[in-house]
């Protein structure tokens, strides 16, 4: 569980912005930014990977309902990948 899923946010905000975001709940592994295939924009969602489950817990409880960079981010956990048949 130490992958927290993120969406809401505005198209403006970087990799390195959720970095620091995320930081205030402990040890950030890594961030993905899902971004649109053909213009490379943000589409407003994405993962961030936490150094541990108790870090992934916290940032969930800490940090929602926050806003980054003055906008809404939305903060849950993270489901597993379905995997096809």
């Keep these: 569980m130490a992958r927290v899923f993120f969406d809401s946010i505005e198209s403006s905000i970087t990799r ?3 970095r620091e975001f995320f930081k205030r709940a402990g040890e950030v592994r890594g961030v ?3 971004t649109d295939k ?3 924009a943000s ?3 994405g993962f961030v990977e936490m150094a541990s489950d108790a870090d992934a817990l916290y940032a969930m ?3 929602k309902g926050s806003s980054i960079k003055g ?5 849950e956990q993270a489901k ?3 995997r096809g048949k």
């Design 80 to 82: 597993p990948a379905k």
């Design 43 to 45: 589409r407003g969602f």
């Design 61 to 63: 409880n800490s940090l």
């Design 38 to 40: 053909i213009s490379g």
């Design 16 to 18: 390195e912005d959720l």
């Design 71 to 75: 906008g809404p981010i939305r903060i």
């Design 32 to 34: 993905m930014l899902v």
